[in-house]
């Protein structure tokens, strides 16, 4: 069974910084794709940022030259380096794992509908 356990949440100042983690367990899928959505109160969920096993990343327009989405292999856990935030980035962030999507070279892996795995969230709120 795959859970996944998102951590690093937080509330920050316009203009901060925020980590956060996504640890799986369990077998996901040898091509694999985990992303991260975030969900605001009154939104739809949204994808933010995905990564392929061969590190292939996309990311939304949005957060483009300011999250950074990275894996460790080692620890089966995803990072996702948020910089320069807006109180706009103010959501429930949580990972998701697709277990074939195969590559994350195109938008597709920023859509919810194709993971399978979902994580219960972490609170970022950006303060102005």
């Known amino acids: 069974q795959v859970h996944l356990v998102e951590s690093g949440g937080g509330s920050v100042q316009a203009g901060g910084s925020l980590r956060l983690s996504c640890a799986a367990s369990?077998?996901?899928?040898?091509?694999?794709?985990i992303g991260w959505f975030r969900q605001a109160p009154g939104k739809e969920r949204e994808g933010v940022a995905g990564?392929?096993?061969?590190?292939?990343?996309t990311y939304a327009d949005s957060v483009k030259g300011r999250f950074t989405i990275s894996q460790d292999n080692a620890k089966n856990t995803v990072y996702l380096q948020m910089n320069s935030l807006k109180p706009e980035d103010t959501a429930m962030y949580y990972c998701?794992?697709?277990?074939?999507?195969?590559?994350?070279?195109?938008?597709?892996?920023?859509?919810?509908?194709?993971?399978?795995?979902w994580g219960q969230g972490t609170q970022v709120t950006v303060s102005s």
């Open positions: 369990g077998y996901i899928g040898s091509r694999n794709c």
């Open positions: 998701a794992a697709w277990s074939y999507c195969g590559s994350c070279s195109g938008d597709y892996c920023l859509t919810p509908g194709g993971y399978h795995y």
């Open positions: 990564i392929d096993r061969d590190s292939r990343t």
